[in-house]
């Protein structure tokens, strides 16, 4: 089944600095890439995605690139603010079991300094 | 509209009792998903439902877990005689369509934490 690392475990930026976040995976059937954030106590929330067919997305301050070659894709944070501070997930489908369930990563908790 | 809701948030249960946890997903959502999150980790897929029919139930870590979601809506996740290593945040997602539509945007209650005593 599919395997997903991700580091580093811990991220700590000064504000206005960039935040790169990695993942890898084992399964080269996989196709779509989720990145989560989570806060202290809440829900997790998407805050972008990438599918197979393209190999960078950003949507504002944030990015996704992907390297199906490789097997790993980053999230990339830029202009970093005090509101980022949060634990975020990579995510991707596991197709070695029945219905290509997400296998999350263990997660960055990231620390933005003012 | 609302989003995905969970009851209870905060669940404290003995060793040995039986709990049930809640799921309201969102309206019209097609899939619907239980995570185990454990204490600094990220979300550990349980079960999946599509509509009422559970699809795949791989995660379950023991037979003591049981999950329903009797008319494609609201889902129940049951856990029998609990024990100490039962103890996280299960948190329950839905998604509009059925997985094998493609993946799409998995949409996250808030949770309930366990805590077996």
Redesign the interface.
């Known amino acids: 089944g599919e395997n997903v690392e991700?580091h580093p475990s811990t991220l700590s930026v000064q504000e206005g600095d960039s935040a790169v976040i990695k993942c890898t995976y084992s399964d080269s059937a996989s196709?779509?890439f989720?990145w989560?954030k989570q806060e202290l106590g809440?829900?997790?929330?998407?805050i972008i995605?990438i599918r197979s067919n393209v190999g960078e997305k950003k949507d504002q301050r944030i990015a996704v690139t992907l390297n199906k070659t490789a097997k790993h894709f980053s999230l990339h944070i830029t202009e970093t603010q005090p509101e980022d501070s949060a634990v975020y997930?990579c995510?991707s489908?596991?197709y070695g079991?029945?219905?290509?369930?997400?296998?999350?990563?263990?997660?960055t908790k990231l620390s933005v300094k003012p | 509209g609302a989003g995905?809701s969970q009851s209870p948030r905060y669940k404290v249960a003995k060793r040995g009792q039986d709990v049930a946890l809640r799921c309201d997903p969102i309206s019209g959502h097609v899939s619907l998903?239980w995570y185990q999150q454990a204490l600094?980790?990220?979300?550990?897929?349980l079960t999946?439902f599509q509509n009422e029919a559970q699809?795949?139930k791989?995660?379950l870590p023991s037979d003591r877990f049981f999950a329903e979601r009797p008319e494609g809506s609201v889902s129940t996740l049951k856990i029998q005689r609990t024990q100490q290593e039962d103890s996280a945040v299960y948190?329950c997602a839905s998604s509009l369509r059925a997985?094998?539509s493609?993946?799409n945007?998995?949409?996250?209650?808030?949770?309930t934490r366990l805590t077996v005593l």
């Open positions: 991700q196709n779509y989720p989560y809440k829900r997790p929330q998407l995605d997930f995510a489908p596991n079991g029945s219905q290509g369930n997400l296998i999350f990563g263990k997660g | 995905v998903f600094g980790q990220g979300p550990e897929f999946y699809l795949d791989s995660g948190l997985r094998t493609g993946h945007e998995q949409f996250f209650g808030p949770g």
